[in-house]
């Protein structure tokens, strides 16, 4: 009977030990084991384009829609009425095809008052659906400042008769940020950036940073609805039923 009191502090001291070893993290609450919470998706600042001062107003051709039924193909330029602004050297085109074509894809760009383009790419069949984007620094192309270039994109069904080509079009212009818009720029998240371009008037550097964070998160519908939203502000109303995907050539 003497060796009870001793058996029990052992017990004691070996419960207290199991007790303060167990990581609180691992308790379970009222039976269910909380998981750890996945990090919030970024979330952009709403995007609203405003027109730059001076701009060159309607210089957009839609292509529209060519067929009849599940054929009809629609084709857009996706770029303002006006001329589209950007402060890169060498940015992004981004377009839209509703469908897969039998068809050749035919991208052109052309300097002002210049006849022979200084970028044409071919594809032999149009096999790509929704927005498309095209890098001109994967083609060696760098624009000047203070120069308009008009691009093109088409979908050629007979070489022959080109005057049956599905055409879009639109302009762009490489402008140099005011000192204003580059405090802006330097001083925002990738996720306000494209805001900062929008409200600025820069086009093409707010979709193309509003697209880059939309190939990066893929999964985050707010970023396509944003994107989405953008397009429609100018009209761009069919190329706003796209999803996340962006093919490039």
């Not at 070893?21 to 405003?50: C, D, F, H, L």
């Not at 060498?90 to 894809?105: G, V």
């Not at 580059?182 to 820069?202: D, M, N, Q, R």
């Amino acid at each position: 009977m003497s060796h009870l009191p001793c058996r029990w502090c052992l017990i004691l001291t070996a419960l207290c030990w199991v007790s303060l070893g167990s990581s609180p993290a691992a308790e379970p609450t009222n039976g269910v084991v909380k998981a750890a919470t996945a990090p919030a998706p970024p979330q952009p600042t709403k995007v609203i384009y405003r027109a730059a001062k001076g701009s060159a107003p309607a210089a957009r051709v839609t292509g529209g829609s060519r067929g009849s039924g599940d054929a009809t193909i629609t084709l857009d330029v996706l770029a303002p009425d006006d001329t589209g602004l950007t402060t890169q050297e060498k940015p992004s085109l981004f377009w839209y095809q509703s469908k897969p074509a039998k068809a050749r894809f035919e991208l052109t760009l052309t300097e002002e008052d210049k006849v022979k383009p200084m970028l044409q790419v071919n594809v032999e069949r149009a096999a790509n659906a929704g927005i498309q984007r095209l890098r001109l620094s994967e083609h060696g192309v760098m624009l000047a400042p203070g120069v308009e270039y008009k691009w093109v994109v088409a979908l050629v069904t007979d070489p022959d008769n080109r005057s049956s080509d599905l055409v879009a079009s639109g302009f762009i212009k490489r402008v140099e940020p005011s000192s204003e818009l580059k405090a802006k720029i330097a001083g925002a998240s990738t996720t306000s950036l494209p805001a900062v371009y929008a409200e600025a008037g820069i086009w093409h550097d707010a979709l193309s940073t509003l697209s880059d964070l939309i190939e990066a998160h893929p999964e985050n519908n707010s970023l396509v609805a944003q994107r989405a939203e953008l397009l429609r502000q100018v009209g761009l109303k069919a190329a706003a039923t796209a999803g996340a995907s962006a093919s490039g050539i």
